[in-house]
């Protein structure tokens, strides 16, 4: 089946560091969507993508889908504590099914 | 909207008892999604309904588990008989287009 390489699995950062994280396959996706999980809650939607090449922003957050419909990444400026938490890029193809990356859990040490 | 809607949010029972999980999907969304999240094993999809329809259940371990949604604002699911290896966090979703809304998840423990 379809899989999903997330890097890096952990990131440790100082509060005000930018911070990138991708997600490769080697399937094509016709959408990316990227969540954040908080400890004992579920994962919230942060970006969506559509096109190939799109590049949106969401505060702090921006997101971009590969041209070649086989990558995704996720950019935080300024890092916060509050960004503390795992980030799952996940990606769709045809239907409404969601394939998940495993994650990116990042600390922000202040 | 309140989103989606789980409960219970944390339950623990012991082996071969009957479990249930609820869920109160995001109103006006079509689509509603059960998955389960291990460490082992990431989040993974159990089953997914369309019109309160069951789409794909490939994703089901085995026969003891169980999903229905008799009308558009409810589903469950429906472990018989629990075993310990169930335990985990199962997080139920729901869409009307691409974006997926998850709820706040409940956690089960088997003993």
């Known amino acids: 089946g379809q899989q999903l390489n997330q890097s890096p699995q952990s990131m440790f950062i100082q509060e005000g560091e930018d911070v990138s994280m991708n997600c490769t396959s080697s399937s094509i996706f016709n959408t990316w969507l990227w969540y954040k999980q908080d400890p004992g809650e579920g994962p919230v939607l942060l970006i969506a993508l559509y096109k190939a090449g799109e590049l949106t922003s969401n505060g702090r957050l921006t997101a971009q889908f590969g041209i070649t419909r086989k990558d995704s990444f996720l950019n935080i400026s300024a890092s916060i504590p509050s960004d503390v938490g795992i980030y799952f890029c996940?990606?769709?193809?045809?239907?409404?099914?969601?394939?998940f990356g495993e994650g990116t859990q990042l600390t922000v040490n202040p | 909207d309140a989103g989606v809607i789980q409960s219970p949010r944390h339950e623990v029972t012991e082996m071969g008892q009957e479990v249930t999980l609820r869920c109160k999907p995001i109103?006006?969304?079509?689509?509603l999604f059960w998955y389960r999240q291990t460490m082992m094993r990431g989040l993974e999809l159990l089953i997914y309904?369309?019109?309160?329809?069951?789409?794909?259940d490939s994703g089901m371990p085995e026969d003891r588990f169980s999903a229905k949604m008799p009308n558009a604002s409810f589903s469950t699911l429906k472990i018989q008989p629990s075993e310990p290896r169930d335990s985990a966090v199962y997080f139920c979703?729901?869409?009307?287009?691409?974006?997926?809304?998850f709820g706040p998840g409940t956690r089960l423990t088997v003993t």
């Open positions: 996940a990606g769709q193809t045809s239907g409404s099914r969601l394939t």
């Open positions: 979703a729901s869409s009307y287009s691409h974006e997926q809304y």
């Open positions: 109103s006006g969304h079509d689509y």
């Open positions: 309904f369309n019109n309160n329809v069951p789409i794909d």
